[in-house]
């Protein structure tokens, strides 16, 4: 079983994706601790039903943002995690906190990466007139959403796709593949 430490800055569907899996057994893990650089954001509720610790950090009240992800980093060695997964943290991680945790880090991306980096993914997809969409779960590094891809989806792209409609299949696919992914670790069928 592997420990997981999440970060999130909002509604949390990806956490609670995981929590799910985790009790449909699904996936043979723990969420050990909850953090977001909001004080107090909608995804805590999922992590408070199951009685998970929260921390809710706001960067305002850190002298630099080396400060406030100390702090995180602290938390999370405190909870002794074996894994950080961003599940939603829009926040992007400097390069102490990514060394702190060199290839224990794992995030999803709504794009086949490496197209599409940063935010509004699926508004560039859209843009560039691509026929498939998707979404990645990869190592994190210090190039945006450079790190070693662990696994994708690929979502169609309908011809009267909005933005809106197409990040919402492309979410469903995220709610599947990250707990998946973190299986995969869990077992070793992935090698970090």
């Known amino acids: 079983m592997i420990k997981l430490g999440v970060l999130i800055s909002g509604r949390g ?9 985790i009790a449909l057994k699904t996936l043979d893990a723990s969420v050990e601790v909850v953090v977001s650089n909001r004080l107090n954001p909608e995804g ?22 080396e400060q406030f992800e100390q702090k995180v980093a602290d938390i999370l060695h ?4 074996d894994y950080v997964v961003l599940a939603g943290y829009m926040r992007i991680l400097g390069p102490l906190f990514i060394e702190t945790f ?15 980096k940063g935010l509004n993914a699926q508004k560039q ?13 990869h190592l994190v590094n210090n190039e945006l ?10 979502v169609p792209v309908l011809p009267d796709d909005t933005e809106e409609t197409l990040s ?22 992935i090698q970090l």
Do not use: W
């Not at 997809?125 to 779960?137: F, I, Q, R, T």
């Not at 959403?145 to 690929?154: F, N, W």
């Open 102 to 116: 060199s290839n224990r880090i794992i995030n999803i991306h709504p794009s086949l990466l490496p197209a599409f």
């Open 13 to 21: 569907s990806n956490l609670k994706a995981i929590l799910n899996a």
């Open 168 to 189: 919402s299949r492309i979410l469903a696919q995220e709610h599947l593949l990250l707990p998946q992914t973190l299986q995969s670790i869990s077992n070793h069928t």
């Open 145 to 154: 959403d450079g790190g070693k891809i662990l696994a994708q989806t690929v």
């Open 44 to 65: 805590f509720m999922h992590a408070k039903a199951c009685n998970i610790p929260t921390f809710g950090l706001h960067s305002a009240n850190f002298e630099s943002k």
């Open 125 to 137: 997809a859209l843009d560039y007139g691509v026929k498939v969409a998707g979404c990645s779960v």
């Open 78 to 81: 405190e909870f002794k995690v």
